[in-house]
């Protein structure tokens, strides 16, 4: 078992940046991830990163302006965003999966946050 807390969304302008972190406890050893579902549309995955921190998956979407990363020692996971566009506005949720499950899907992720709020206005 694993609860996931988010943190550090808000109110932003296009191109500012923000970095969203999720905390963990209990179990730590599982595969992370980044979704966001904006209003009217469904869920969709942002980024991976495996327990060890030593591979990472981006959806085609996300790459260029998102980082994914984790700091083991914090039970910390976060997702660095720059140059936000308004389209990034969405909730931003946190997940977690089975360390030996493949890391580069959206799938299987069984444990999740409550969700961060970000949006960002033109």
């Known amino acids: 078992q694993v609860q996931l807390v988010e943190s550090g969304g808000g109110l932003v302008q296009a191109g500012d940046s923000l970095r969203l972190s999720c905390a963990a406890s209990?179990?730590?050893?599982?595969?992370m991830g980044w979704f966001r579902q904006a209003p009217g549309k469904e869920r969709e995955l942002v980024a991976t990163i495996t327990w060890t921190g030593g591979n990472t998956y981006y959806a085609d979407s996300m790459k260029g302006r998102f980082t994914i990363s984790r700091d083991n020692a914090k039970n910390t996971v976060y997702l660095q965003m720059n140059n936000l566009k308004p389209e990034d506005t969405a909730v931003y949720y946190c997940?977690?999966?089975?360390?030996?499950?493949?890391?580069?899907?959206?799938?299987?992720?069984?444990?999740w946050g409550q969700g961060t709020q970000v949006t960002v206005s033109s």
């Open positions: 997940a977690a999966k089975g360390p030996y499950t493949n890391y580069r899907n959206g799938d299987d992720f069984g444990f």
């Open positions: 209990g179990r730590t050893a599982y595969t």
